[in-house]
C-alpha cells in the first residue's frame, strides 16, 4: 500500500515513517517481556489488543475450552453470555453513549467489532452476538504481537510473571479465586446475575404482535420498528403475574442464600415480588407504543429485540430468570403473540463474583497486596458489557506504559472512563460498595451556568457533561477536539 501521490517504485515519505514505526516496535518486542493477560473476555481482549496497540508482547490466557463455565455455551472469545445489547449510543445524552465514543477514539477492538456486526436495535447498540465474537476472535488470533494459550491459570500466576492483567470476570475459576481470596485476607463480594430467553422469531404470532420502537424512536442500524411487541390486556396481565409468582424456580444451595441479585439485572420473578405492578413499570412498561389492532396503549407491554444478524433470533428484553425451564416454556407462552414460541436458548441465573476495588486495587488497578496483579472488567466491580471492556482498555495501557518506563496517564475524572475509573478505585465507599454502570452521576458536576452567564437548563446539563467529557479525552490524547458521533 502506498500513500497519496506516490510514483511507483517509490519509497514514500508515508512509507518511510510507517517502516520506522515497524522497526521500533520490532526492536521494542526483542527488548520487552510479555504482558499476561488472563481471561479471554471483552475486557481481557480488549486489554491485550490495547497492549499490542502499543508494542508491548502479550500471552492471553483463556481456559475455555479446556475448563467450561456455567454461563458459556462456545469457545469464542469475547463471548456474550447475557443479552447481546451494548445499551444506548446516545453520545450526546447518554453516560453509556458517551463511554461508546470515547471507546472509539481510543481504538477500542470490541467497539470496532460491535459497530462491524450491529443489528436493529432503536438507538442502543446492539449486535450479532456470534459475528461479533468471531470477529474479536480473529482480529486476536491474527495480531503478531499476541500468543493466544487455550488454559487455565489454577491459583496465583507464577511468580516470574512480573506484570499481570487477571479479566477473568464474574465467573472467575474456583481455583484462582481462592488464590485471590488467600492474599487479599478479604472476602470476594457477589451477586447474581440472571439470562433472558431468545426465541425464533419464526415461531411469534404476528396476528397479534407487531413491530415498534418505543415512540418510533429509530437508530444508526434501525428504522423506528426494532422491536416486536406482545400486548397484554389487563387480564393476561394479572394472570401472567400469578404463573410468575407460582412458578418453580432454580433452588439455590445453601452457601448462595445470602447472595444479592444486582438491582439492575433482577430476574422477572423477582421484580414480581416486590409489587404486581412493578413489571408494567419496568420491562413490561407500555409507554410509547401502540397495539396496531386497537389503536391504543396495551395495559402490558413484552419487547423482544433482534439478537443476531439474520433476524431470525430474539432476546425477551428484561426477562432473565430462575424459572425452571419448564415452567419457563409454559409461562412465557401465555403472553399473546408467543402461545407457539420456540426458545434458542431459555433463561438461567449465575453467580458473579468481584472484588472490593475501592479497598484492594490502587489508582492504576493494582492490587495493593501484591502490585505485579492488574484486575479488570466486572471482578473489578463495574457491570455491564461496555464497562467492563472500557475497564480492560485502561488496564492495557497502563500495563504498556509500565512496561516502556513510562508512568501510567490516568484520564480526566470528567471523562466515562476517568469517571468509572474514580468511582472504583476511591470514589466509592469500600464499606456498601456495589456493582455500578457509567452513569452521570459518577461525572463531576457541571456549571451550573454556560460561559454566557446564562443558568442552564435540566435538559442541557447531561448533553453539556457528554461534551465535556469529550473534549476533555481528545485533549488528554492530545488532540484536536472532534465532533461525537451521530
Request: net charge positive; aromatic share 6%.
Given at each position: 500500500m502506498q500513500g497519496p501521490g506516490a510514483r511507483p517504485g517509490a519509497v514514500t515519505a508515508w512509507q518511510l515513517a510507517r517502516y520506522r514505526r515497524l522497526d521500533k516496535t520490532l526492536a521494542m518486542v526483542g527488548k520487552l517481556p510479555p504482558v499476561h493477560v488472563v481471561g479471554g473476555g471483552l475486557a481481557g481482549c480488549e486489554a491485550a489488543w490495547q497492549l499490542a496497540?502499543?508494542?508491548?508482547?502479550?500471552?492471553?490466557?483463556e481456559m475455555r475450552p479446556t475448563r467450561g463455565t456455567d454461563a458459556h455455551q462456545g469457545e469464542g472469545l469475547a463471548e456474550l453470555v447475557c443479552s447481546n445489547s451494548f445499551r444506548s449510543d446516545d453520545a450526546q445524552g447518554?453516560?453509556?453513549g458517551v463511554l461508546h465514543e470515547e471507546m472509539r477514539r481510543l481504538g477500542s477492538l470490541i467497539m470496532t467489532a460491535g459497530d462491524r456486526h450491529r443489528v436493529p436495535a432503536g438507538s442502543a447498540l446492539a449486535v450479532d452476538r456470534v459475528g461479533f465474537s468471531d470477529a474479536v476472535t480473529a482480529a486476536i488470533e491474527a495480531e503478531p504481537l499476541i500468543e493466544l494459550r487455550r488454559e487455565e491459570i489454577a491459583g496465583l500466576p507464577p511468580e516470574d510473571w512480573d506484570s499481570v492483567?487477571?479479566?477473568?470476570?464474574p465467573l472467575t475459576s474456583p481455583a484462582l479465586a481462592e488464590a485471590i481470596h488467600g492474599l487479599t485476607g478479604e472476602d470476594a463480594l457477589a451477586f447474581f446475575d440472571a439470562i433472558a430467553p431468545i426465541v425464533y422469531k419464526d415461531s411469534i404470532d404476528f396476528e397479534t404482535a407487531w413491530f415498534q420502537s418505543r415512540y418510533d424512536k429509530s437508530g444508526p442500524a434501525g428504522d423506528g420498528a426494532d422491536y416486536i411487541n406482545c400486548p397484554l390486556d389487563e387480564a393476561q396481565y394479572e394472570a401472567f403475574i400469578d404463573a410468575l409468582l407460582a412458578?418453580?424456580?432454580?433452588?439455590?444451595?445453601?452457601?448462595?442464600?445470602?447472595?444479592p441479585y444486582f438491582e439492575g439485572c433482577l430476574p422477572i420473578e423477582v421484580m414480581a415480588e416486590r409489587g404486581r405492578e412493578t413489571l408494567r413499570f419496568g420491562p413490561m412498561k407500555p409507554v410509547g407504543l401502540t397495539d396496531p389492532r386497537s389503536g391504543r396503549r396495551p395495559h402490558a407491554v413484552v419487547q423482544l429485540r433482534q439478537d443476531n444478524a439474520l433476524g431470525t433470533l430474539y432476546n425477551m428484553v428484561g426477562f432473565q430468570t430462575k424459572l425452571k425451564y419448564g415452567e419457563q416454556s409454559r409461562i412465557f407462552r401465555m403472553i399473546p403473540g408467543l402461545q407457539e414460541a420456540e426458545f434458542a436458548r431459555l433463561g438461567g441465573v449465575?453467580?458473579?463474583?468481584f472484588l472490593n476495588a475501592p479497598r484492594l486495587l490502587d489508582g492504576t488497578l493494582r492490587l495493593k497486596?501484591?502490585?505485579?496483579l492488574r484486575f479488570a472488567g466486572q471482578i473489578t466491580g463495574v457491570e455491564g458489557y461496555v464497562e467492563s471492556a472500557a475497564i480492560g482498555l485502561l488496564t492495557g495501557r497502563f500495563a504498556a506504559a509500565e512496561r516502556r518506563g513510562e508512568a501510567p496517564d490516568r484520564p480526566p475524572p470528567s471523562t466515562a472512563h476517568g469517571a468509572l475509573l474514580a468511582h472504583l478505585t476511591g470514589g466509592a465507599a469500600a464499606e456498601t460498595f456495589q456493582p455500578m454502570n457509567v452513569n452521570f452521576g459518577l461525572f463531576p458536576p457541571i456549571s451550573p451556568t454556560t460561559a454566557g452567564g446564562r443558568k442552564r437548563g435540566k435538559k442541557e446539563r447531561k448533553p453539556a457533561m457528554a461534551a465535556r467529557a469529550l473534549a476533555d479525552l481528545d485533549a488528554w490524547l492530545g488532540r484536536a477536539p472532534q465532533a461525537a458521533a451521530e
Open positions: 496497540r502499543a508494542g508491548v508482547p502479550v500471552v492471553l490466557h447518554n453516560a453509556v492483567i487477571l479479566a477473568t470476570g412458578g418453580e424456580k432454580t433452588a439455590f444451595k445453601d452457601w448462595e442464600q445470602s447472595t449465575h453467580r458473579n463474583t497486596a501484591a502490585p505485579r
